[in-house]
C-alpha cells in the first residue's frame, strides 16, 4: 500500500492542483496525508468569523478526500519568506520521517505566488534519497491563478511530463472545490468551476482522455 503525501502551501492548493489524482489513488487503496504550511490568522488581518469558517473547510476537506493524516505547521500565509528555510525544512523532514510517503506531490515553484516557491523548495529538501530512501516518486502539480498567471522570461514554466486521466474523479473533485466557498469565483476568475473543468479538458485532449491533470514528473525510482 502506497502513502502519499500532498504539500500545500494554502489549503485549496491540494485539490485544484492534484484533487482528482488523489482521490483516484484513495480508491485505488492509497493512504493520503495533508500537509499544510500556512494558516489564516486574526495577525494576517483575518476575521475570527473567516478563521472559523477555514477551520470548518478543512474539516470537511479532510473528510472528503479521506485523509489518513493532517499535518499544519502554521506558517502565516503570504509570509513563509519571513520564516528561517531551515526551519521549514526541519518540520517537513519530521513529517516524512511519520508518514514514509512513496509519493509526494510538490506545488510548481514557477508559481507566482511566493508561498509556493517557499514550500517547494523546503520539500525539495527532503526527497534526498539518503534522508527518505522509502519515497519513489516527485511530481510538482499546477495551480489555477498561481501557475498559469506568469510566464517567466527564460525561466521556469509548466511542462508536463505525465498525464493522470481522472474522467472518473472530475465530478467530485469539483464537490470538494465548493468547499472552499469564498476561495471560489465565477470565470473567467481562475479559481472557478468553469476554469476548472476547461483546464481539464484541455490536459485531458492532450493526453486523449474527456478529463485529465498534469504534473511535471521530477524523480522516480523504480527498484
Known amino acids: 500500500m502506497s502513502d502519499i503525501l500532498v504539500v500545500a502551501p494554502h489549503p485549496d492548493d491540494e485539490t485544484f492542483g492534484c484533487g482528482g489524482a488523489l ?28 478563521i472559523a469558517t477555514r477551520e470548518g473547510e478543512i474539516e470537511a476537506v479532510t473528510q472528503a478526500f479521506g485523509f489518513q493524516s493532517v499535518h499544519r505547521l502554521g506558517y502565516e500565509t503570504a509570509a513563509l519568506d ?3 528555510i531551515g526551519e521549514i525544512v526541519k518540520k517537513i ?59 517567466r522570461p527564460g525561466g521556469l514554466d509548466f511542462t508536463p511530463s505525465l498525464y493522470e486521466n481522472i474522467t472518473d474523479w472530475s465530478a467530485k473533485k469539483r ?19 468553469e ?11 492532450e493526453a486523449g482522455y474527456p478529463a485529465a491533470e498534469a504534473f511535471m514528473l521530477l524523480k522516480e525510482v523504480r527498484p
Do not use: N
Request: charge should be negative.
Open 82 to 84: 519571513v520564516a528561517p
Open 195 to 205: 476554469i476548472v473543468d476547461a483546464k481539464e479538458k484541455v490536459r485531458g485532449a
Open 93 to 151: 523532514a519530521d513529517i516524512f520521517a511519520q508518514v514514509h510517503p512513496s509519493d509526494v506531490y510538490l506545488p510548481f515553484p514557477g508559481d507566482a505566488h511566493t508561498d509556493h516557491k517557499i514550500s517547494f523548495d523546503a520539500a525539495l529538501s527532503c526527497t534526498k534519497w539518503f534522508r527518505a530512501p522509502y519515497l519513489r516518486r516527485v511530481l510538482a502539480y499546477e495551480t489555477l491563478s498561481e501557475t498559469d498567471i506568469v510566464r
Open 23 to 50: 482521490l483516484k489513488a484513495r480508491h485505488s487503496g492509497a493512504q493520503l496525508h495533508w500537509l499544510i504550511l500556512t494558516e489564516m490568522t486574526a495577525f494576517s488581518g483575518y476575521s475570527s468569523e473567516r
Open 175 to 193: 464537490s470538494i472545490i465548493e468547499l472552499y466557498g469564498e476561495e471560489v469565483g465565477d470565470a473567467p476568475f481562475p479559481r472557478s468551476l
